[in-house]
C-alpha cells in the first residue's frame, strides 16, 4: 500500500446529540456524514481508513457504512473500550468510582495503533471537512520522509452551533506552525459576540477568526511512542476522575511543547459542518443536498 492512511474517531457516546449520531443517515444514497470524509480523502490519495468504534455498534456500523462500501476503499476496525490499554490498578478504581465516560480521543487513536503503518491523519465521524481540506492534507502526508505533523485550522465564527455550546481547540499560530492548543469546553454566539464560559462561570471573549481545532490532525506514525507518554501522564494524574477525558489537542499542545513534534498548519479554504447537537441534523442534510445539486458529490457515493 502506498499513501496516506485515514483514522475516524467514531467510538464517542454523543451524549448532547442524543444517538449514534456516526451512523444517522444524511445524504440522499443513505450516506452518514463520515461517508463524505471517505469518499473525499479517496479522491485525494489515501489509501486505507481505519474507523475507530465501539465493539457494542459494530454491528449497526457494519450494516449501515461498511455494508455499502464494497471494493471503494480498503479499511479496517479498531476497538476503543473503556478497558483498552488501561493499566489494572487505574481500571480497578474508575470502575470502584464508577466511571461511565469514555477516556477520549487520544486513547481512540492509541487503540488504533496496530492498524497504521503509515502517515495518518485522525478525524471525527460527526464533522464534515470538505475536499479542499483533504487535498492539502493527503498532499502533505505523502510527502517523502516526513517528520512533522500538520492541522487544518478553521475559522472559529464557521464552527458554531445554534443550537448549544460546542468545544473547540483555541491555536496560536505563529510563521505557519501550531505553537499551542487551548481546549475550551463551552463555547456559544452571545448575540454579537463569541464567548467561552469556564467551569467557574468567568467569560472569555473570542475574535470571529480565531483559528480553531476541529480534529483534522496529520502526525507520521513514529509519534506514537511519545503519544503513550503523555497518555499515560493522564493516567496517573487524572485516571481516579470520573469525567476526566484526555483530548487529542491537548495531547498535541503537550508533544509540541516537549519538543516532541513540529506541527505545520495546513490552510485550506474548505467548509465545516458537523452534527453537535440532533437539531443540527436538517442543517447537515440540506448542505449536503445543495453540494449534491453543485457536483460536488455524486447522489450516491458509492453507487
Same mark, same amino acid.
Given at each position: ?117 503509515? /502517515? ?87 475574535? /470571529? ?95
Amino acid at each position: 500500500m502506498s499513501g496516506p492512511i485515514l483514522v475516524v474517531l467514531a467510538a464517542g457516546l454523543g451524549s448532547r446529540y442524543g444517538g449514534l449520531k456516526q451512523i444517522d443517515r444524511i445524504g440522499q444514497g443513505g450516506e452518514v456524514l463520515l461517508d463524505y470524509s471517505v469518499f473525499d480523502a479517496k479522491r485525494a490519495g489515501f489509501k486505507k481508513v481505519v474507523f475507530i468504534i465501539r465493539q457494542d455498534i459494530e454491528g449497526d456500523f457494519n450494516d449501515i457504512v461498511l455494508s455499502r462500501f464494497g471494493d471503494s476503499m480498503p479499511y479496517a476496525l479498531a476497538f476503543q473500550e473503556s478497558d483498552s490499554l488501561i493499566p489494572p490498578d487505574v481500571l480497578a478504581e474508575s470502575r470502584r468510582i464508577g466511571r461511565t465516560k469514555p477516556w477520549g480521543t487520544t486513547h481512540a487513536l492509541l487503540c488504533a495503533q496496530d492498524c497504521i503503518d503509515a /502517515p495518518f491523519a485522525v478525524i471525527n465521524a460527526d464533522d464534515f471537512y470538505g475536499k479542499e481540506a483533504f487535498e492539502v492534507m493527503g498532499e502533505y502526508l505523502s510527502r517523502p520522509d516526513l517528520e512533522e505533523g500538520a492541522i487544518v485550522p478553521y475559522s472559529l465564527r464557521k464552527t458554531l452551533s445554534p443550537q448549544g455550546t460546542v468545544t473547540r481547540g483555541v491555536c496560536e499560530i505563529q510563521d505557519g506552525f501550531l505553537q499551542s492548543v487551548d481546549e475550551l469546553t463551552a463555547i456559544a454566539k452571545e448575540g454579537d459576540r463569541i464567548c467561552n464560559t469556564d467551569s467557574a462561570g468567568a467569560k472569555r471573549e473570542l475574535g /470571529p477568526n480565531t483559528p480553531v481545532s476541529m480534529n483534522f490532525w496529520g502526525f507520521p506514525p513514529e509519534m506514537f511512542p511519545d503519544l503513550h507518554r503523555y497518555f499515560d501522564k493522564f493516567l496517573q494524574t487524572s485516571g481516579n476522575q470520573p469525567k476526566a477525558e484526555c483530548y487529542l489537542p491537548m495531547a498535541v499542545d503537550w508533544l509540541i511543547k516537549q519538543k516532541f513534534l513540529r506541527v505545520r498548519c495546513l490552510w485550506a479554504d474548505s467548509e465545516w459542518f458537523g452534527v453537535t447537537y440532533k437539531a443540527d441534523k436538517e442543517s447537515a442534510i440540506n448542505r449536503i443536498s445543495m453540494l449534491t445539486d453543485q457536483g460536488v458529490y455524486p447522489p450516491s457515493l458509492w453507487g
